[in-house]
């Protein structure tokens, strides 16, 4: 079964500072991919992200940065220098691949709320 | 600018009455999914198909909730009859499937906001 766990419901900080988003993940798939989605409050869910299993480089993108632990199934994600506008749900996704079942399975997202 | 389109945005309907939703997935994109969205249970996946084909609806209540893709430019999620519990916001996404030569991430469409009185 494939499984993702954002344990964190509701993380408020001010702004500036620096803050990660943790994700814990399950499957008995070799092959899977990893994701974080953006859904700010107007509500489209927005891709940020994408790690596949074979690769565990982590990954830098302006404020943002992802590191992916196969050891520890995990695939956090932290944003740093805060902005306001960062104010959103972030989703950690599952996607493995197999044959006919190529779900994307979501984490119950980590509220993040920015204050100025 | 390529996007995942769905309709309506908003619904308000009263309990019993049929709903219908579409969904046009981007171009190309041979994977098309159903996700569903409340304060409970979070996101939700409800049906996906491939290749227009319905590979997985368990996430679904077989005995109102049904899916199709009559072509390759339309989704569609009915629901009949509704219920007040059906409150949600209904998200389609589309993508390819993953894989080395894919990104493998799904593009979601603005979403359903369904209000059932």
């Known amino acids: 079964a494939q499984k993702v766990t954002q344990a964190q419901t509701e993380i408020s900080v001010v702004e500036k500072e620096d803050v990660t988003l943790d994700c814990v993940y399950e499957?008995?798939?070799?092959?899977?991919?990893l994701f974080w989605y953006k859904q700010p409050p107007s509500g489209e869910l927005v891709f940020l992200i994408r790690?596949?299993?074979?690769?565990?480089q982590n990954e830098i993108s302006g404020r943002y940065s992802w590191n992916f632990q196969k050891s520890t199934s995990s695939f956090n994600f932290t944003i740093t220098a805060s902005q306001v506008v960062d104010s959103a749900v972030y989703f950690c996704?599952?996607?493995?691949?197999?044959?006919?079942?190529?779900?994307?399975?979501f984490g119950q997202g980590t509220r993040l709320t920015i204050n100025p | 600018d390529a996007r995942v389109t769905q309709t309506p945005r908003h619904k308000v309907t009263e309990m019993g009455q049929e709903v219908t939703m579409r969904c046009q997935p981007i171009?190309?994109?041979?994977?098309v999914f159903w996700y569903r969205q409340t304060m409970m249970q979070g996101l939700e996946l409800l049906a996906y198909?491939?290749?227009?084909?319905?590979?997985?609806d368990s996430g679904m209540p077989k005995d109102r909730f049904s899916a199709e893709m009559p072509d390759a430019t339309l989704a569609t999620l009915k629901i009949q009859p509704s219920e007040p519990r059906d409150s949600a916001v209904y998200f389609c996404?589309?993508?390819?499937?993953?894989?080395?030569?894919?990104?493998?991430?799904?593009?979601f469409g603005e979403g359903s906001r369904l209000t059932v009185l």
């Open positions: 996404a589309s993508g390819s499937p993953a894989g080395r030569r894919s990104t493998g991430e799904l593009f």
């Open positions: 499957t008995r798939d070799t092959t899977y991919y």
């Open positions: 790690r596949n299993s074979f690769d565990e």
């Open positions: 996704a599952l996607r493995a691949l197999i044959q006919g079942a190529q779900k994307l399975v």
């Open positions: 171009l190309g994109h041979n994977t």
């Open positions: 198909f491939r290749n227009r084909a319905p590979l997985d």
